[in-house]
């Protein structure tokens, strides 16, 4: 940061409840690896033992990946595994806090949090919405996961002001896919434009959000929507009967689809992931060569 060099963050929840041990593992080495391959420093982001951590060693990656105990936190679990001294993982909330706090503005991972099915009951919406309204930083992600109600995530980030931009096409994607049935809020065609679009959001205008750039997953790693749509359909009802609720939703149904898919999701999920890692870098470097 001290000598000017564009920072990616990179989120740990991925890591700890995102993937299976070891793609996670393998997963967040690789992503840090084709972050500095593209010119920018990768900022793998979490809180260990107590202390917030905005750049990690491999042990803390290694750990992460594999200890019983790493909590699930979003932001207003910081303060808590402050004070206790404890070691969790940061979800996108958490981590795009901790990443403005460093000053750090790209951040890259799999796919964001939303309004989930049934929210008019549950009342479950994801922490990373209220941060995307709160915190000024990008986050490149696939766009959110049919777990998830895609339409009324994107009515939740108009309503607070989130500028939600797409790479290189006019749909929003649905993470495995590169279409959701959902048009692109706006489009945008390469990150010097998205670069330019940060720098008039912050500098010119002085919003203080985060913004939203959504990353269609490559041609060739897409899974059939139809079919991915039949499995979350079937992860649902059996989170539903299992009784899940609160932060455990979101890593049961990630880890069902895997298992219902037989791997082939987390193909497609370390596809993504890799994808979005290289574009992040490259749009912080586009950022800092426009004045950072
Ligand atoms: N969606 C994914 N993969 C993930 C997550 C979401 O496709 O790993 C993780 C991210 O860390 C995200 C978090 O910030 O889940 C959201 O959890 P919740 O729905 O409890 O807010
Ligand atoms: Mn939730």
């Given amino acids: 940061m001290a000598a000017g060099h564009p920072v990616v963050a990179l989120e740990s929840t991925i890591i700890s409840h995102g993937m299976p041990y070891p793609s996670n593992v393998e997963m967040?080495?690789?992503v840090e690896q084709l972050v500095r391959a593209e010119g920018a420093?990768?900022?793998?982001?979490a809180v260990i033992e107590g202390r917030c951590r905005v750049g990690l060693r491999p042990a803390d990656i290694e750990l992460l990946a594999t200890a019983r105990g790493v909590l699930k936190a979003t932001t207003r679990d910081l303060p808590y595994l402050m004070a206790a001294r404890l070691t969790g993982a940061t979800t996108v909330a958490a981590t795009m806090h901790l990443a403005h706090l460093a000053g750090v503005r790209i951040f890259a991972t799999g796919g964001i949090g939303g309004v989930h099915r049934g929210a008019a009951h549950s009342f479950d919406i994801s922490a990373?919405?209220?941060?995307?309204?709160?915190?000024?930083v990008?986050?490149?992600s696939a766009g959110v996961k049919s777990i998830l109600d895609i339409g009324l995530t994107l009515e939740h980030l108009e309503t607070v002001g989130v500028p939600v931009v797409v790479l290189g096409s006019d749909e929003f994607p649905s993470f495995y896919s590169r279409t959701s049935g959902h048009p692109a809020p706006r489009r945008l065609d390469d990150v010097a434009e998205v670069a330019a679009l940060l720098h008039a959001t912050w500098d010119d205008l002085g919003l203080t959000t985060g913004v939203s750039i959504a990353n269609p997953i490559p041609?060739?790693?897409?899974?059939?929507?139809?079919?991915?749509?039949?499995?979350?359909?079937?992860?649902?009802l059996d989170a539903d009967r299992a009784g899940i609720t609160g932060q455990a939703v979101t890593p049961f149904l990630l880890a069902e689809v895997v298992r219902r898919t037989g791997g082939r999701s987390l193909q497609a999920n370390l596809a993504l992931v890799r994808h979005n890692a290289r574009t992040a870098a490259r749009l912080a470097?586009?950022?800092?060569?426009?004045?950072?």
């Fill in 128 to 136: 990373d919405l209220t941060e995307l309204a709160r915190t000024p």
């Fill in 138 to 140: 990008a986050v490149v």
């Fill in 219 to 236: 041609d060739a790693d897409e899974l059939p929507a139809d079919e991915v749509g039949a499995v979350i359909d079937a992860a649902l």
């Fill in 28 to 30: 967040a080495v690789e």
């Fill in 41 to 45: 420093v990768p900022a793998t982001v």
């Fill in 285 to 292: 470097v586009a950022f800092a060569r426009m004045g950072g």
